[in-house]
């Protein structure tokens, strides 16, 4: 399986912009790139995925580079809700494999 | 719409002794994933079934099985329990097995070994 690497924590100042980033060197032309995120005492939830071009969604943006070794996920206005462990997968969609979560960033968003 | 409902909650279990976690995926969704977190390992893929078909296994020991019935609910099994079995299960639910499938997570089963 492709690998990912993250930052092991960031912090953020509430309503302020954050960029999380994640290097994926490894990934194959067939490999989606998904992020979730755990808050406490929850389960892991979708944020967004993408393979090429960049993402928006309500939650968040998707910044993929072009040779698609890094992206960045952009979350446009910070919230104390957002503080959370934000995972970046790749997952091969042709192979429809499982996902393999790394550790994660763990997101401090201070008021 | 119900999100993944996953029981019970939370349960305590002595070293040797079994125990059946149940899962319901959100209505019409196919394929179910079950997955172990603990604070030195983190997330960790156990298997996933669809049409009550094991798809993917990860690396976790004959202990742990599965299955799925016919109307996509799922349950796993831990047999002979050890006290490395503590852990939050998760389990999570998608359309299909395709890669366009966001997996949707229930609130995770927590299990206490003693």
């Known amino acids: 399986d492709a690998k990912t690497t993250q930052p092991n924590s960031m912090e953020s100042n509430e309503e302020e912009p954050v960029h999380l980033p994640c290097n994926h060197s490894?990934?194959?032309?067939?490999?989606?790139i998904h992020w979730y995120r755990q808050l406490p005492s929850q389960g892991p939830e979708y944020v967004i995925h993408g393979l090429t071009s960049n993402v928006n969604n309500r939650m968040a943006s998707l910044a993929i580079a072009e040779d698609r070794k890094s992206s960045t996920l952009i979350l446009h206005r910070a919230t104390l809700r957002d503080a959370a462990v934000y995972y970046c997968i790749l997952r091969d969609g042709a192979r429809g494999q499982n996902f393999v979560f790394g550790p994660g960033t763990r997101l401090s968003v201070l008021p | 719409k119900a999100g993944v409902t996953q029981t019970p909650r939370y349960l305590i279990k002595t070293r040797g002794q079994q125990v059946t976690l149940s899962c319901s995926p959100i209505s019409g969704h196919r394929s179910v994933s079950w997955y172990q977190q603990t604070p030195g390992q983190g997330l960790q893929f156990l298997f996933e079934?669809?049409?009550?078909?094991?798809?993917n296994k990860g690396n976790f020991p004959g202990r742990f099985s599965g299955r799925q019935f016919s109307n996509s609910r799922s349950e796993m099994n831990v047999s002979t329990l050890e006290l490395g079995d503590s852990a939050l299960y998760l389990c999570?639910?998608?359309?299909?097995?395709?890669?366009?499938?966001?997996?949707?997570f229930g609130e995770g089963s927590r299990l206490t070994v003693l």
């Open positions: 490894t990934i194959s032309g067939t490999d989606y």
């Open positions: 079934y669809f049409s009550e078909t094991q798809r």
């Open positions: 999570a639910s998608s359309r299909g097995t395709g890669n366009t499938g966001e997996l949707f």
